[in-house]
């Protein structure tokens, strides 16, 4: 079948005990797993947040409290400061060792850039490429299925974008959590989803 499978960054730092918790994170793994060893994709890709240790998102390089407003004059970041995260290296930056990575054909590093964000796995906050669209289309994928952390920041701006590079994108509800750090974030994010073409689907099977 012409589809991959897209896992957003399923760190240590964004699982419970992470430096920037998704609720009940872990409760993803399980059919996470079924559908690396059972699902019938072409490919598989997962992205990773890959930031340097002074990087312009963490809250802590501004003198200021996690999850502060962003003010400043980059326009690749976004409008939140984050507590310090997947830090290059360390044991957040790593994907949670419950997941079956072997079954990952390409990992896609993102928010590299000092003073860049990245919440999809398709492109940085500043619009720069990343290569999964060309990388998906030299596959002839026409179908992008999509799990992970956290549903209403990352996996949202990545099925915004896969909806923008022509793809069909399908989101399992089951195999993503997300923050929602102001009430009915996660909501919000799936009826903009279900709006701009996002088919949504509460179990994979």
């Known amino acids: 079948m012409n589809e991959a499978l897209i896992c ?11 430096a920037l918790p998704v609720a009940g994170a872990s409760q993803i793994n399980f059919t996470i797993n079924k559908m690396l060893k059972e699902g019938d994709f072409k490919t598989i890709v997962a992205s990773q947040d890959w930031h340097p240790e002074n990087h312009a998102s963490f809250a802590s390089n501004h003198d200021k409290e996690p999850f502060s407003p962003y003010k400043g004059n980059l326009e690749g970041l976004g409008e939140v ?21 072997d079954k990952f054909d390409l990992i896609i590093r993102k928010g590299q850039d000092l003073e860049v964000d990245s919440y999809s796995a398709f492109r940085d906050n500043d619009g720069t490429d990343l290569g999964l669209a ?3 289309k030299g596959l002839n994928i026409k179908k992008i ?3 992970g952390l956290a ?11 896969g909806i923008k590079a022509d793809f069909d994108v399908e989101l399992i509800l089951e195999a993503s959590k997300g923050v929602n750090a102001e009430e009915n974030d996660v909501e919000n994010a799936i009826d903009k989803m279900i709006a701009k073409g996002v088919k949504v689907k509460e179990r994979y099977i």
């Open 8 to 18: 957003v960054d399923l760190q240590n730092d964004f699982y419970e005990e992470g």
């Open 81 to 101: 400061l984050w507590p310090d995260h997947c830090v290059q290296g360390t044991h957040g930056a790593e994907f949670h060792q419950d997941i079956d990575t």
């Open 134 to 136: 060309a990388y998906l």
């Open 145 to 147: 299925v999509l799990v």
């Open 151 to 161: 549903l209403d920041v990352c996996v949202f701006y990545t099925a915004l974008d």
